[in-house]
């Protein structure tokens, strides 16, 4: 499986700022996904990153809210704007595998705090 | 039509024992689904997969087993251990899609010593 990295792992923040968060792979990817795993709850895909296109939102996910960057294919970028307490969760970026199979894996995630 | 529900929420099993969830799926055009394990504070690791082709699928300790007439299928923990104590969540997904994982909603486990 892909070795898969986030920065920050965790942060406070407060209401009204926006954070950046980073996702690393050890090898190129196509396709990367950014996923939300609020308080005790499951995981909702947020957005599908792939090099050199626009990233594809799902219902419910906003580009001005979530931009995502994705300049090569080993990193992407989550911006959560302008944040409120209900932004509060753990974004987790995805990749597919090594083998560009259907089977993908998941960075540590990065917990964040909005107060 | 796009979820997937997962039962039961939280489960007790003392070691030894066989630890059972279950996920059913109404969207016929899935054709992958995996079980992930998750620990408190870390991303959820890829456990098992299987497609709609096979019934049944073992991994040493862990099996799926795909009934595909009824849309469910279950993981089977044998011989649950302690460290095996996690939230478990099943997903499923149309390959040559987007790649979308769409998930149930986690059942945690205990396994008791």
């Known amino acids: 499986s892909a070795v898969i990295s986030q920065k920050p792992s965790r942060d406070i923040c407060q209401r009204g700022t926006s954070l950046t968060i980073q996702c690393q792979v050890d090898s190129q990817v196509t396709m990367m996904f950014w996923y939300r795993q609020q308080p005790g709850q499951s995981l909702t895909l947020i957005a599908t990153a792939n090099q050199g296109s626009e990233a594809t939102y799902e219902s419910g996910f906003v580009i001005d809210k979530f931009p995502i960057s994705r300049p090569n294919l080993t990193f992407s970028t989550l911006t959560v704007s302008n944040m409120s307490p209900e932004d509060s969760s753990i974004y987790l970026c995805s990749v597919e595998g090594r083998t560009g199979g259907y089977e993908q894996y998941f960075g540590p995630g990065t917990r964040l705090t909005v107060t | ?113």
């Open chain 2, 1 to 113: 039509q796009q979820q997937v529900k997962q039962s039961p929420q939280s489960l007790i099993v003392q070691k030894g024992g066989i630890s059972i969830i279950n996920c059913a799926y109404e969207n016929t055009a899935f054709d992958y689904f995996p079980w992930y394990q998750q620990f408190p504070g870390k991303g959820p690791a890829l456990l098992i997969a299987i497609r709609p082709d096979v019934s049944e699928k073992k991994e040493g300790r862990f099996t799926i087993s795909f009934n595909k007439s009824a849309k469910q299928f279950s993981l089977h923990i044998m011989d649950s251990q302690p460290g095996d104590s996690a939230t478990y969540f099943c997903a499923a997904s149309i390959t040559g899609n987007t790649g979308k994982l769409i998930f149930g909603q986690g059942t945690t486990l205990q396994v008791k010593p």
